[in-house]
């Protein structure tokens, strides 16, 4: 009798047990794909259709408040990780950057080679080639929903209810390895995000400007504040956006070599 009920025992701590791992990877499992159903609606409010043509102003600011640097650059977002940068001030004319998933080239107009560069690496000030190339995170990144915080520290923000999303890179190819992004409670736009690189050391942290903040439809800039070194301030404004789906030859860096017109 006393064997059958110590088995009995045996068996049913190892139902408990075995019902508990179960409860726990369903609870996980259910996270992530609350997390990545999460992104996709965060990602909206940066790129609202798979292909793009994206208008942008790049100011940088000293620490001290004075105007540093200006440039312009024509983003074609295009869809499977695949982005072209035309960089258009006077400085800068006739240089083009090109994404092809995890692969980066700087196209300068006087070379007949493309450069091989990484993520990154500085077009201007603190915005580098992969904050303006690349405007998803549902495709790259994977996390978990840290819980429910505050926005901000300050101001009208530390009212708000943010939900805190903590990312981590599921590629090689990104800018960044790790996030801790905030996003609304009830709309899910972006609100902040700190940067962290591959030595997990805190670059950048973002703030993301809104059309209207009541009810936000997009992000209209992102503000870069740089962490390690400079301290300067970045500030990357969508001028305008519009869908277009650019030709197949656009998106090959031996075509792009040839300086061929891209309008």
């Known amino acids: ?152 520290d300050s101001g009208a923000a530390a009212k708000q209810s943010c939900l805190h999303l903590s990312l981590n890179a599921n590629r090689k190819g990104v800018t960044y390895q790790r996030i801790e992004l905030w996003i609304g409670k009830t709309r899910h736009e972006p609100v902040r995000a700190d940067l962290y690189v591959l030595s997990d050391k805190l670059a950048k942290q973002a703030r993301f400007v809104m059309d209207k903040p009541a009810a936000p439809t997009m992000v209209t800039e992102m503000v870069l504040s740089d962490q390690v070194s400079n301290h300067k301030t970045t500030h990357v404004r969508y001028l305008s956006r519009k869908e277009r789906q650019v030709p197949p030859e656009w998106l090959n860096p031996m075509f792009l070599v040839r300086n061929p017109p891209l309008e």
């Open 1 to 152: 009798m006393n064997t059958m009920t110590t088995q009995r025992k045996q068996m049913m701590k190892a139902l408990r047990i075995t019902i508990a791992f179960a409860t726990a990877f369903v609870a996980i499992t259910a996270q992530a794909q609350d997390v990545a159903t999460l992104l996709k609606a965060t990602d909206k409010y940066r790129m609202s259709a798979d292909n793009l043509q994206v208008e942008t102003l790049i100011n940088v600011v000293n620490a001290d408040g004075t105007p540093d640097k200006e440039r312009r650059y024509k983003v074609f977002a295009q869809a499977k990780r695949q982005s072209l940068v035309l960089m258009q001030s006077p400085a800068e004319a006739g240089q083009k950057v090109l994404m092809l998933g995890d692969d980066f080239w700087l196209l300068m107009p006087n070379s007949q080679r493309p450069l091989r560069i990484t993520p990154m690496q500085k077009l201007l000030g603190d915005a580098s080639t992969g904050d303006v190339a690349t405007m998803s995170w549902a495709e790259d990144y994977t996390g978990k929903l840290v819980g429910e915080e505050p926005c901000d």
